[in-house]
């Protein structure tokens, strides 16, 4: 089998950067303004390339390197001591290495949601690279580098059940992205409708598709676990989906295909931490809930404490993967004390970090565009080009 786990996670590897570029690109690109779209790829991109690089120089090894239970140490640095025959369980441990990659690259890239048509393309990339480096890799090295989180760790024989990312992906995004639409502030015009709702639903679709490597994938082998938890993640996006067209139209009477497609993130979401530990029926349930919880999460960020994460990457990926993390305890696959306490200490460490990287970044760079330049367009004032040429 070890052919065919490599053979697997090698696809599984090009998913999930499919999932980034070009499938998040294109699903936040179509819900800005025609004017800030290619600033919405331009981040995108541009992260995906520097968190590679960042990944390679000390982000592996922070993360998987064999230092303490709080850090892997810098002795992996630049795969120091790494060839094409090193393994990492039945993988060779370069392309375990750019797996893990890819999933360093889509934590930060999930950010960019939260501060879309007013944030400075400079403080973007410096503060994207800081927080994966400072946050991102070590909340990997507690719960998958066998740190304090893990089996063994600060909670006992049983540390904390996070199969593909509810907390080391999609909280740690979530709260970070909630943290900066606060100190980032609101948009000067957030009366503007999506420009695209078409690139939404084909972003969406992307992301539906890549996310069978991302949880499939995380079983690190090519075996009915993979296939279980690429067929629970299907389920959970499906029904979340509907449960959030149906909340759509019992409350405004309408439901939209932004919304059928913004529930399928959340069924994702959702299902990734608890996907390589519950069957069917759960997921079921779980897409069910996550479907109109997520929905509720919108509302209240957005419309209650007036808050403008922009593309609502918490109340989406922050609740979502919270509500999933929960409901491996509900369903009896792991600790409510791992699970709960591991929630509590990376929200509290991930909240601490972003805040002092967004005070240290923005002390040399500025955080938000004048005013002038949110006006006219992110596209053309930092990028000097257009999205769509109308005269040509």
């Known amino acids: 089998m070890v052919g065919a786990d490599t053979a697997w996670i090698i696809v599984a590897t090009a998913l999930v950067l499919f999932m980034t570029l070009p499938g998040l690109a294109l699903f936040y690109g179509g819900l800005v303004r025609a004017r800030n779209v290619l600033s919405v790829f331009m981040q995108c991109y541009a992260i995906a390339c520097a968190m590679s690089v960042a990944w390679l120089a000390v982000g592996y090894s922070i993360a998987f390197g064999e230092g303490n239970a709080f850090w892997g140490g810098l002795g992996k640095a630049f795969l120091n001591g790494v060839d094409a025959d090193s393994l990492a369980g039945t993988l060779p441990e370069v392309l375990f290495f750019a797996f893990q990659m890819t999933f360093a690259i889509i934590t930060p890239a999930l950010i960019v949601g939260a501060f879309v048509e ?38 006992g024989e049983t540390g904390a059940r996070d199969f593909a990312g509810g907390i080391v992906v999609h909280e740690t995004a979530g709260l970070a992205a909630l943290i900066i639409a606060v100190m980032l502030g609101a948009r000067k015009d957030k009366s503007k409708p999506p420009h695209n ?55 405004y009477g309408k439901a939209s295909l932004v919304g059928i497609v913004t529930g399928t993130i959340a069924g994702l ?19 069910a809930v996550a479907g109109i ?71 040399f760079i500025p955080m938000r565009v004048d005013a002038e330049t949110e006006t006219t367009g992110l596209d053309l004032a930092q990028h000097g080009e257009r999205a769509y040429d109308h005269v040509s």
């Open 269 to 287: 979401a959702s299902i990734t931490p608890a996907s390589g530990f519950v069957g069917p029926v759960e997921a079921l349930i779980i897409g």
């Open 197 to 251: 709702p078409g690139y939404v639903m084909i972003g969406a679709a992307m992301l539906w598709v890549g996310w069978f490597g991302f949880n499939g994938g995380s079983q690190l082998a090519a075996d009915g676990g993979a296939a279980m938890a690429l067929t629970v993640t299907h389920i959970s996006a499906a029904t979340a989906s509907l449960t959030w067209a149906l909340w759509e139209k019992i409350k």
């Open 118 to 155: 007013r944030a400075n393309f400079g403080w973007v990339l410096t503060f994207s690279t800081l927080w994966m480096v400072l946050c991102y890799a070590p909340v990997v090295h507690w719960i998958w580098g066998g740190g304090l989180l893990a089996d063994g760790g600060i909670f």
């Open 293 to 363: 919880l997520c929905q509720e999460a919108v509302n209240l960020v957005r419309n209650k404490l007036q808050i403008d994460d922009t593309l609502d990457v918490f109340a989406v990926h922050g609740v979502g993967g919270i509500f999933g993390t929960i409901m491996i305890a509900v369903f009896g696959a792991g600790t409510w004390a791992a699970q709960l306490g591991s929630l509590a200490i990376v929200g509290v460490f991930t909240a601490v970090v972003t805040i002092v990287l967004i005070k240290l970044v923005s002390a």
